[in-house]
């Protein structure tokens, strides 16, 4: 006699809970600390049918002194141990901090427990138990947080890879909820897939055609190189963006040119677009409905191309054609196709509360919200002392203060705001100043003096 179905979804979780008795052990129990600002639930798997098999970790930051919260950013992980562990880091990320202040948001980072070898797809399709996951932390953060309006706030969802089927599947199960989506690398499926029969399909709703969407991937994914193991990401983007914008979705495509499936530099993109959606779609309270996102100033390009244009003198089909929202995004999108290298006329705020106990400082700073953060020049008695760190790094883009993983989020451990001052002589008194540098080289203006 064979099985039933209901038998064998059973035999399934139970076989998927077993193999996630490896991902209770490290590197999925080191966290950073979540003491406020920072906020953590963590939920185990669940066997209940439609339920989510895999073991996950939410961390939030909220922004000091905020009042009502607008809004929650989430950066979503791929799929695999090593991004899934990247997950633990991503709500302390100083740059996309410096967003979600702006807007009075949440920063949230899931952290799902996959082992390496397991299905992705039983977290990454949200119908798989991750999206009720997501809206239940909501709640459960809200209450731990003092926040309970984060249970209904719109969101702004970023994704990586299997987090962009996550983050798009979103987009078209709770329209009305998102205010903008980024897909790096990964879309969800509309259509169904000869060579991945398993993956189910999505189905688009008018309501989803108003949320602004970039489909961003590396151009050795599909576009220039046609082989390898990352060259189905852009025919699935093309196929995505091309449903979408054929309706009249506002969708757009932003190929970089330097990558494959690592993020690159892609944040200084991702960033800005979605602080112009948030812009323009968050309501004053946090609440819903979203603003609807203006059209009247949208300009369009060949999505694999260089050049955009205002919409009126777009000479090709509109419904065709990259959808931008504005003058100041295309001209960003145009650097970003070319070389990544987006320019930002402005220095980053000067770094705050300098502390000086002996020969420790520690200090407080806010990434520039266009370009992040590099570094910081310490100086000492007017004269330069040192860099922190001695040497940015980050091996998939500018270098950066905090460094970065494959996903997109600082290494393990934090790089903290602290320098010491091994050359200072006992007894003799300093005075001292640090200097923000952002990832185009600008400086900020000292910090207020500090002595011991």
Partial sequence: MKPTSAVCRIAVILVALSATASAQQPPYDVFPPAEPPYYRVRYEASAQPGGLIYPVSYTIWIPQDVKSLRGVIVHQHGCGEGSCRSGLTGAYDLHWQALAKKHDCALLAPAYEQPEKADCQMWCDPRNGSGAAFQKCLVDLGAQSGHPELATVPWALWGHSGGGHWAGGMVLL??????????????????????RPAIKTHTVRDAALKVPVMCNLGTKEGVTVKGGRFAGVWPANEAFFSELRSKGGLISVAIDPLTSHECGNQRYFAIPWLNACLCARLPAAGTV????????????????????????????????????????????????????????????????????????????????????????????????????????????????????????????????????????????????????????????????????
Wanted: no cysteine; proline share 12%.
């Fill in 174 to 195: 709770h329209p009305e909820r998102v205010a903008a989506a980024w897909l790096r690398s990964g879309v969800p499926l509309l259509k169904p897939n000869p060579e």
């Fill in 289 to 452: 409905p979203l603003n609807d996102m203006p059209n009247d100033a949208a300009w369009l390009a060949d999505p694999t191309g260089f050049e955009a244009v205002p919409a009126a003198k777009y000479a090709g089909d509109p419904l065709t054609a990259a959808w931008l929202p504005s003058e100041s995004i295309a001209r960003v999108w145009m650097q970003y196709v070319q070389d990544t290298a987006v320019s930002d006329p402005t220095p980053p705020p000067a770094p705050t509360n300098l502390r000086v106990s002996g020969n420790e400082l520690s200090w407080e700073a806010e990434a520039d919200l266009e370009s992040g953060l590099a570094g910081f020049i310490i100086e000492r008695d007017g004269q330069f002392l040192g860099n922190v760190p001695e040497q940015a790094g980050n091996a998939f883009g500018r270098p950066v203060f905090q460094n970065l993983q494959y996903s997109d989020t600082p290494t393990q451990p934090l790089v903290p705001l602290r320098f010491t001052d091994t050359q200072a002589e006992p007894g003799t008194k300093h005075t001292y100043r640090v200097i923000a540098v952002n990832t185009v080289g600008s400086k900020s203006r000292p910090s207020a003096e500090a002595v011991p």
